[in-house]
């Protein structure tokens, strides 16, 4: 069955680093999204790629990049992590532009 | 720029009763998309419903139903027969063609037995 998966799905890092979550789908999906969940706020979307090569900025991208090199995986990077960047990261892809999207089951991010 | 709303932080339903969940959205776009999902404890995000703004009958999915009013552009959720199961976070979204996705805050349901 196709799949959505992301690693690790537990990450402690300290203030400073760069840390890479990876986001990896077998749905043969051109979408892919970024999302980080916070309490009071919902899930915010951070990147998002249509296609190999596209890649976008999000509500909420300050601190963050990604790069889509092929079509199963999209790699989001804190460039340097900070405190403000803990929380639970949800990668989600999508067959079409306004079709639904399936997520994947979360990295939980603690930065210290 | 888009924005959703989930009014009720919390609700909760006694067991085998109706609940109705409630989301507006603002949009100048005609032609969008509406889901709600459903996040357990176990964090998954799971796909409830979609409703294409275009259509105007409402969706359904066994014991889920939408009430979509495009004028009013609202966007409730109702649960019939509510089971221990559906306990859960639930997020209404957005997404008009070829723009990001909009998620409200999140309603969390509770379902007492």
């Known amino acids: 069955d196709a799949e959505i998966t992301q690693s690790p799905r537990h990450k402690i890092t300290e203030t400073g680093r760069q840390v890479t979550l990876a986001c990896h789908q077998t749905w043969n999906h051109n979408n892919m999204f970024w999302y980080r969940q916070d309490l009071g706020h919902g899930l915010r979307l951070i990147h998002y790629s249509y296609g190999v090569q596209d890649t976008n900025k999000g509500e909420v991208s300050d601190g963050y990049s990604v790069s889509r090199s092929n079509t199963e995986d999209l790699p989001l990077t804190l460039e340097s992590a900070a405190s403000s960047q803990t929380s639970v990261y949800f990668c989600a892809s999508s067959e079409g532009r306004g079709e639904t999207q399936y997520f994947g089951p979360g990295t939980r991010l603690l930065v210290l | 720029a888009q924005t959703v709303t989930q009014s009720q932080p919390e609700m909760s339903v006694q067991e085998a009763e109706t609940v109705t969940l409630s989301c507006t959205y603002d949009?100048?776009?005609?032609?969008?998309?509406l889901f709600w999902y459903k996040q357990p404890p176990s964090r998954q995000m799971i796909l409830v419903i979609r409703q294409e703004a275009y259509k105007q009958q409402n969706a359904t999915e066994n014991r889920f139903s939408v009430n979509f009013q495009k004028a009013a552009k609202s966007f409730s959720l109702k649960i019939s027969d509510s089971q221990l199961g559906d306990a859960a976070m639930y997020f209404c979204a957005y997404r008009s063609v070829g723009n990001d996705m909009r998620f409200g805050a999140g309603t969390r349901l509770t379902v007492k037995p």
């Open positions: 949009t100048s776009e005609s032609d969008y998309y």
